[in-house]
Each structure stands twice: as C-alpha cells, then as structure tokens.
C-alpha cells in the first residue's frame, strides 16, 4: 500500500519558537496533501489544504500567518508552526489521496507537538 | 454541508463477542463513507469504504460494514472481536458529488472500543 511518512515523530519546543513538520509520499506522488489537527481524544480537524505549486487552502478558523504550509515537490508538504504558543500542542496528521485511488487517503503517523 | 455522528464515546466488549460501532452520516449528495482505526500516538489505517454497489462492505481485519441509505447508516461491524481491537475508531465521508476530485473527509468524534480477555 501507499506510504506517508512524517518528521519529526514528536518534538518539544519553547513558547515563541517555529516548528516545520515534514510529510512526505514514499511511494508515489501527491499534488494534494492534507493537515489535520487532533486534540487528545477527539476527531481530526481539517486544517488546510496543501497544493503542489500553489497556495494552500486553509479551513475557517485556521490562520495562515501561523500555520505555514508549502507544498513545494510532489512528494513533500511542510507545515510551520511559528511562533508557537502552549495552545498549539496537538497532534499534526498529514494524509494525501493517491492518483487513481482518489477516494482513498493515506495517513501519516503523525506528529506529537509540545510547546513549553 | 456533511457531518458525521458517532453516538458512542465507547464501546466495551468481550473477546469472541461481536463488535458494533455506530456511525450516522448526513451529506448532500451521494455518500462516499470510509471506516479508520487510530492506535495510540499513530496515525490513521484505513479499513473499508463504500462508495457504490453492495451495501455490505468487507474489510481489513475481519471488520464489515452495512450501508443503509434509509437509515443513513454505515456501522461497523466485526462477529468476534479481539483484544488487539482495541483503539479509536473514525467514521468518515465525503461528499461524492463534489467537483473536487479529492474532496475533503469529515470525520466523526471517534468511538473507543475497548475488548477485555
């Protein structure tokens, strides 16, 4: 099956800092990708979505100066946390649909994100 | 507008007995539902999903579900669980009428089964 992978696993930051959380499709290329967001014991949150080459989309609600995502290959999609705050410690999931499996998405692991 | 309803925060059962997890859905145009299973501190694996044909869907793992359009349902389902069964499980659809090719999934809140020995 199709893989996505993401970097960091979990990462421990100081109030104030950026943060960039890497996914990457291993095995097959996505020009769509996209960042959920999920609470400890709650459904993942849409957050935006990412364009290969273009602007992303963000959901209402998301602010785009804070969370920065650049879509720029075909098999990698970051997302930047700047200036973190302790509010924005989450769970970051990424997933991207695969070309001729479009209703299909697969799921990165995931990244556990602590802001002191 | 979608949305997706998952009435139980969990669901406890015995190992051996069969497992039901809820899931209602509400969509404007033909459901596309997809089943995931989250273990702790990982990412999500899909199951199976219903887009057309047969209502009865087959999965990983042993789990099924039943797509009921009257009912606007898509339970999942599995006739002996085990203790490994134990996680969070998501509810998800899309919109199958979007022009979007990928859509965006709404996801349910999640049900936590628990199978005890």
């Known amino acids: 099956g199709a893989v996505v992978s993401q970097h960091p696993s979990w990462v421990i930051c100081k109030s104030g800092t950026s943060v960039k959380i890497e996914c990457r499709s291993l095995d097959f290329q996505a020009t769509t990708m996209f960042w959920y967001r999920q609470f400890p014991k709650q459904s993942l949150m849409l957050m935006a979505t990412?364009?290969?080459?273009?602007?992303?989309?963000?959901e209402q609600g998301v602010e785009k100066d804070k969370f920065l995502i650049n879509h720029a290959s075909l098999t990698l999609s970051t997302l930047t946390v700047t200036s973190a705050h302790p509010e924005d410690s989450s769970f970051y999931i990424c997933?991207?649909?695969?070309?001729?499996?479009?209703?299909?998405?697969?799921f990165g692991p995931g990244t556990r994100l602590t802001v002191l | 507008a979608q949305s997706v309803a998952q009435p139980e925060d969990q669901v406890n059962v015995a190992e051996g007995n069969p497992l039901t997890v809820k899931c209602t859905y509400s969509v404007s145009g033909n459901p596309y539902l997809f089943w995931y299973v989250q273990y702790p501190n990982r990412g999500l694996q899909f199951l199976l999903k219903y887009i057309t044909g047969d209502n009865l869907v087959k999965g990983s793992y042993g789990f099924e579900a039943e797509f009921n359009k009257s009912q606007t349902s898509f339970h999942l389902k599995k006739p002996s669980a085990l203790v490994s069964d134990s996680a969070l499980y998501f509810c998800?659809?899309?919109?199958?009428?979007?022009?979007?090719?990928?859509?965006?999934?709404?996801f349910g809140a999640g049900t936590q089964v628990v199978v005890t020995p």
């Open positions: 998800a659809v899309r919109d199958g009428m979007t022009t979007d090719s990928w859509g965006k999934l709404q």
């Open positions: 990412s364009n290969e080459g273009s602007k992303a989309t963000y």
């Open positions: 997933s991207a649909p695969r070309a001729g499996r479009q209703n299909e998405q697969f």
